[in-house]
C-alpha cells in the first residue's frame, strides 16, 4: 500500500507532463516541479521489491524509468558524452584552429549571464563582481529598476560593459541589455506582458580560419514571460508562442532570460521546436542547461516562498551556436539565480 501511495502522485503528474493540453494555471505551475517527483517515483520502486509482486514492482518500474528519461534524454546525454571525448579548447584563435581541424565552422566565443532581479533588488554590487570575475561580454536583465540601473552605473557596469539598450520601469516589467560590443535594436515580442526586445549583437570581423571573411552577429531576445498564476495561463502559452517565431528568424539567435517555464512544461519544449512553423533549417533551438544535463541545478527560489527549486531561467540558442561552461549562481537580493554560458557564435549564422 506504501508503494501505491508513492507512486499515486506521480502517476497523475505524469499524465499532466505527457498530454499536452492546455491545462489550467494550478496544473502548469505543478508540472514545473516533474524532476521532484523522481523522488517519490523511487521510494515507491524500492517499496515494491520486497513484496516482488509483477503488478506493483512493473508500474513503479516505469514510473521511475519515465522520470530518470525525462530528467536525462538519451540523445543529450550521447551528446554530452561527445562533447566531453572532443574536449572543445576555450581559447579564441585556438577554438578557431582547433575548429578548423575537425570540420567546424569557426567562432567567435562570448560568454554570456541573465539574472531576474527580483523588481530591482538584487545587490548591484554582487552584480558588477559576478560580470567581472567571470569576464561577461553580454548581460540580460530582468525586472530592471530605474534604482538598481543606477545602482549598477554607480558601481562600475558601464565601464565593463559600455554598450546598453535598457527600459527601466518600477516593478516587474523592466529590463536591460548590457554588452562590451556593439548593439542595435531590432524589434521587441508581440503581445508580451513585459517589454522584451530582440538587439542585434555586433561580434566582429570573422574569426581566422573563415575563407569568406564574413562578420559575425547575434540577435539577441531578453526574455521575460508573464508568470502562468491564476488566470494568466493563456499569456504565458500565448507569449512563448510568439517567442517560438522569433527563434526560426535567419541568423545567429540567442533567447535568455526568464521565461516562467520548464522543459517539462509541452508550451516550452514547442517553442524549442520552432512553433507552428516548425524548426529552422539548421534545427530546433538548443537550451544550453539541457545540453549540459544541469537540470536539476534550480534557477528559482533562491529566496522567498521555501518550494523545491526549479529551472525557469533559460539560456537558449539557435543549433549552430555551440555553448560550454553553464553555470548557475547566486545573486543577492534576487530569488532568481544568475545563469551563465560561454557561447561560440559561427561567422554568417
Known sequence: MSSALCAAPVAVV?????????????????????????????AAFLLALPARRPWAVLPAGALLALQLLWLFPPDRVADRLLAAQA??????????????GTGQPPATELKVMTFNAWKGQADAAEVVRLVREN???????????????RRLDAEGLGTLLPHRISRAVEGAGGGGVYSSRPIAPLDSV?????????????????????????????DVTNVHT??????????WRSELAALGRVAVRPGNVLLLGDFNATLDHAEFRRMLA???????????????????????IPTWPQAGPPLPGVV????????????????????????HAAVLATLRVPAGG
Open 135 to 149: 569576464g561577461v561580454e553580454l548581460l540580460a536583465v530582468q525586472e530592471l529598476s530605474p534604482a538598481l540601473e
Open 14 to 42: 505524469s499524465l499532466f507532463r505527457a498530454v499536452p493540453a492546455p491545462w489550467p494555471s494550478p496544473v502548469v505551475q505543478l508540472v514545473a516541479f516533474t524532476p521532484w517527483f523522481a523522488l517519490p517515483a523511487g
Open 190 to 218: 508581440d503581445g508580451s506582458a513585459f517589454h522584451m526586445p530582440t538587439v542585434r549583437v555586433d561580434l566582429g570581423p570573422a574569426p581566422a580560419g573563415d575563407p569568406n571573411g564574413r562578420p559575425v552577429s547575434l
Open 226 to 235: 508573464k508568470a502562468p498564476v491564476w488566470g494568466r495561463a493563456g499569456q
Open 312 to 335: 525557469i531561467d533559460h539560456v537558449v540558442t539557435s543549433p549552430q551556436v555551440r555553448s560550454y561552461g553553464y553555470s548557475v549562481l547566486p545573486v543577492a537580493g534576487s530569488d
Open 87 to 100: 574536449d572543445p579548447l576555450q581559447g579564441g584563435q585556438q577554438g578557431a584552429e582547433h575548429e578548423a
Open 274 to 296: 520552432g512553433g507552428e512553423s516548425g524548426a529552422g533549417p539548421g534545427g530546433p533551438l538548443v537550451d544550453a542547461g539541457a545540453a549540459a544535463l544541469a537540470r536539476l
